[in-house]
């Protein structure tokens, strides 16, 4: 009887755990809190855990912990991932609508296209049988692409089992991306570890994609968007509007900008919206796809070798400009990397004005041969951080000065080293003022201790005068000693003094964020803090007991463990504890009723009374959801100044819009 009962009870809350996932990550549109999914998926956990053999083929589980592989197999693809020929121009665009009437022998007609955001990420084909999901591929040749499909697994928009009525076998087209943000965070940490940075998501996904180990993957939050259909049994669809509809109703995620024209001059003006719209995205896109909509007359149009006739991707002109470098500095991080940074003569790129680029490191510059006074092409890597591309060469007048990467750190003098196997060179010295500072700051920046007031400017006078030397140091600070600061007055002490107060109560994973440990973004700060509740719990915890928790590994529990377990952590530890600073776990929701209770907000905009995380934090307390993107299922989206898309399309939907004021009302 209780064995019946588990296997009911295992059956019940895969499908129900589905369920949850797909309102998540699919619909963005979620009816139970994180909370209440965490607990459901412990106790699935513990059952398969005594019952190994009843676990089904689209168990969440399965999203994470399968073994590294040695390598790829092959994967053939039934029908071919085909190329698509490029238009530069709205010329060229019109130029291919011209030659496709011409190869349906409807040189008069008006064709109807569905236009499609190209995704800038790697091409993938996912093959369900019976509506599980059975393998994931790249494209490769093509033809030929590789096994993914563990690595595909951990991507939770990517359903384990279609809904509705399936095909016994169906193939389904689609991208992998990163977002921009996600970007940022995966460099940063790979800067930190002294790793080679990402040239920009599209290279983030494909190396993450093809990792042997599920487990990196999985870290690294990639995304997925369907648009078509590869070798599907049963299907029967007329138009490729229809085809988008139909993979929407079997739970696949597809775009929300897609829409059907009846015409290439609707084609041109979708791309001309877009080439103007695509930095409200969050995720790269570097043009437009064109697709003719009726699938009887893409079979007439055929195919090249190369590609379809029926498709084509209007591509966005490339995003770059000219300038001069004026100066080349280092800069020294809170880890001691030590980065050359060009300043250049100020110039607008991708919609701000844009004076500084990063170089990378002394390799960087030594291969592009970056010199001050060059005039050079820059960009932006994912839209986000500008970098130099290119060095004009052919005009250089000789007057140009080559950069000499410093030998001694320029803050403290100490010989910069540079560890075997990493391309950043790093002052050794934990000393460093530089290093002091980029500490301080980053254990009061928004996404650590919040600590209002605490900027660049006044970090560095609080070292520069030997009054913070830790980030313990910041709650023995005196009202009289702020005071006495340049541009301090009393009222800006008292402000500085309250916001280090209101700090005291950070939940454990900003705590831990906040100090600053090698490898422990936020993301893995969330993981230890959810896993041992307390600092120290974490602090006794051994490095077999680190490696052991989900995404953390053996080399991070390795650098964690060394960390946690050193006298200065300890020391630091315990003064802030002294100071009052005794983190736990973020709790639960204290409301479980009333007008927050199950509802979903978007903010959108800058507000003026509060920081957005503390709207999200005040919704999730009282037992809401904030989200990050508008649907159906949005209850509310609260617009600030300068509301962009997400309010457009709150309106579109019709989803009630509050102001500010309107939401600090019904907080009360």
């Known amino acids: 009887m209780a064995q019946r009962d588990d296997r009911e009870r295992l059956d019940e809350l895969t499908e129900l755990l589905n369920h949850h996932a797909h309102l998540y990550y699919v619909l963005d ?34 999203r994470v912990g399968a073994p590294p592989l040695e390598a790829f197999g092959q994967v053939q693809h039934r029908v071919p991932m085909l190329s698509l020929d490029n238009a530069f121009d709205e010329a060229e665009l019109r130029a291919f609508d011209e030659r496709l009437r011409r190869v349906l022998d409807q040189p008069e007609a008006e064709l109807a296209y569905v236009c499609e955001l190209k995704i800038d990420g790697l091409a993938l084909s996912v ?72 040239a920009n998501p599209r290279n983030a996904a494909a190396g993450s994609l093809r990792q042997l180990d599920p487990a990196i993957a999985g870290s690294r939050r990639l995304d997925a968007l369907f648009y078509g259909l590869g070798a599907a049994e049963g299907v029967s669809v007329p138009t490729h509007a229809a085809e988008l509809e139909l993979l929407r109703g079997l739970g696949l995620p597809v775009s929300p900008h897609s829409r059907r024209v009846t015409s290439v001059e609707g084609a041109t003006e979708y791309c001309r919206e877009w080439e103007q719209r695509r930095h409200d995205l969050d995720y790269e896109t570097d043009g437009v796809v064109v697709k003719l909509d009726s699938l009887a007359l893409q079979d007439v149009a055929g195919a090249t070798a190369h590609g379809p006739r029926w498709a084509i991707a209007y ?100 010989e910069l080293v540079k560890p075997e196997g990493e391309a950043i060179t790093r002052c050794p010295n934990p000393e460093c003022p530089a290093q002091i500072k980029g500490t301080i ?44 600061l340049e541009r301090m007055a009393a009222k800006s002490a008292e402000n500085v003094l309250a916001a280090l107060e209101r700090s005291k109560s950070r939940p454990l994973d900003r705590v831990l964020y906040g100090l600053g440990i090698r490898h422990v973004g936020a993301r893995v700060a969330e993981i230890l803090a959810e896993h041992f509740g307390s600092l120290d719990a974490l602090r006794e915890a051994t490095e077999e007991e680190l490696a052991e928790v989900p995404e953390i590994g053996p080399k991070i529990a390795a650098v964690l463990a060394a960390t946690m377990h050193s006298p200065q952590m300890a020391a630091t530890i315990e003064r802030l504890k002294a100071a009052g600073v005794d983190p736990r776990a973020a709790a639960p929701a204290t409301e479980t009723s009333g007008q927050f209770a199950g509802k979903t907000f978007v903010f959108t905009g800058t507000l003026g009374r509060l920081k957005r995380s503390e709207a999200e934090a005040e919704v999730k307390r009282r037992g809401g959801k904030a989200a990050g993107s508008v649907s159906k299922k949005t209850d509310f989206v609260v617009a600030g100044e300068e509301a962009g898309s997400k309010l457009a399309k709150a309106q579109q939907l019709g989803v009630p819009v509050l102001t500010e004021e309107q939401f600090l009302e019904l907080l009360g």
Request: a negative charge; one cysteine or more.
């Open 127 to 198: 093959t369900y049988e019976e509506g599980l999901f059975a393998q994931g591929a790249t494209r490769g040749d093509g033809t030929v692409g590789e096994d993914i499909t563990q690595n595909l697994r951990t991507i939770r928009r990517i359903p384990l089992r279609l809904q509705g009525e399936v095909p016994t076998r169906i193939e389904v087209r689609g991208e992998a991306f990163i977002s921009k943000a996600e970007f940022a965070r995966i460099n940063a940490e790979r800067e930190e570890r002294g790793e080679a940075l990402f």
């Open 315 to 414: 591509k966005f002109p490339a995003e770059r400009a000219e300038t001069v470098v004026e100066q080349i500095a280092v800069f020294v991080g809170r880890t001691g990397a030590v980065t050359p940074v060009a300043h250049m003569r100020p110039v607008l790129l991708a919609g701000t004005t844009v004076s500084n680029a990063t170089l990378h490191n002394e390799d960087e510059v030594r291969r592009k041969d970056v010199r001050i006074g060059d005039q050079v092409v820059i960009q932006k890597a994912g839209d986000i951080i500008p970098e130099v591309v290119e060095v004009l060469t052919d005009r250089r007048t000789g007057a140009e000065e080559p950069f000499v990467f410093p030998r001694g750190c320029p803050v403290c003098g100490t």
């Open 29 to 62: 549109a979620p009816d139970i809190s994180d909370e209440e999914y965490d607990r459901l998926y412990r106790e699935l956990v513990e059952l398969e855990e005594r019952h190994p053999d009843w676990r089904r083929p689209d168990s969440p589980t399965l």
């Open 441 to 484: 700051e980053h254990f009061g920046s928004r996404g650590a201790m919040d600590i209002e007031g605490l900027g660049p400017a006044l970090v560095s006078q609080l070292v520069d005068q030997g009054l913070v030397r830790s980030v313990a140091d910041l709650y023995t600070l005196s009202h009289e000693q702020l005071a006495g």
